[in-house]
């Protein structure tokens, strides 16, 4: 690996950009197939971070966020090598529910071995989920509620993003779906009170059916380890049994820094 620069994160050229965000089962399968034309290390983070400008057939197509396995940092709390996995199961469990925030990833094998590759998203500068919060309710509280039963230990603010079209997305869940209790969050505005019922009955359609060929328990398999697989779906029965976003308790609920 690369020693880590300093300095901002870099912003991709203005090439054409050809995988719509939009149709995500044509850019996972546009992401599988693709090359790297170039990969640049990310500035900052405790893991190695790429930006790969991608290419398919001889045709620039765009950008990726590629996180190889081997420049996952070992944590004590997380299984290693097992980040990039979480940040592809959060993908599935997102396409699942029908909430598609999170951009199209996929498991890749890139210039520094598997990984995951996610469409690079081009965002608004300088929004966050603090300037997401007030104009786009709706979809924070769904971004909460899937972090209650995805178990992430790492929301802050950065990782909500708008892009240029006005859609809301949710980006880094690598320290996801553990089977102890580890949310941490800077989403936090609506302690107390109801999750909504969409989100609600969405999480129930996709729990009556978790463990039916095609259900969760299957798309997952493989991806999560067994046993927490299984702590999802009692997460999914805990948020409908008790439908209230969670009050925060202690200092440590929140990441830090916050963004």
């Given amino acids: 690996m690369p020693k880590k620069p300093g300095g901002s994160r870099p912003r991709p050229a203005s090439d054409t950009e050809v995988l719509d965000p939009e149709r995500h089962s044509q850019v996972c399968e546009s992401l599988r197939r693709a090359s790297a034309k170039s990969c640049d290390l990310i500035p900052r983070g405790s893991n190695y971070t790429f930006l790969v400008k991608l290419s398919l057939d001889d045709r620039d197509i765009g950008h990726g966020i590629y996180k190889p396995r081997k420049g996952e940092n070992p944590l004590w709390d997380f299984p290693a090598g097992t980040l990039f996995k979480r940040e592809y199961a959060a993908y599935l469990l997102s396409e699942a529910l029908g909430w598609r925030f999170v951009p199209p990833t996929v498991i890749w094998n890139g210039p520094h071995g598997t990984g995951s590759l996610q469409l690079f998203i081009h965002a608004e500068p300088r929004v966050t989920y603090f300037e ?102 009692l997460r999914m029965q805990e948020v409908l049994h008790n439908p209230v976003f969670p009050e925060i308790q202690a200092r440590w609920d929140v990441p830090w820094p916050l963004i």
Avoid: M, Y
């Fill in 132 to 233: 997401l919060r007030e104009p786009h309710p709706q979809e924070v509280k769904r971004i909460a509620a899937f972090d209650l039963i995805a178990n992430n230990a790492d929301r802050k603010g950065g990782h909500c993003i708008k892009d240029l079209n006005g859609k809301v997305w949710g980006i880094d869940h690598g320290l996801t779906f553990s089977v102890e209790h580890k949310l941490r969050t800077v989403i936090w505005d609506f302690g107390g009170a109801p999750i909504p019922q969409e989100t609600l009955d969405e999480i129930a359609r996709e729990l009556a059916r978790f463990h039916i060929p095609g259900g969760l328990s299957h798309t997952l398999k493989g991806v999560l380890f067994d046993e927490e697989i299984e702590s999802l779906a």
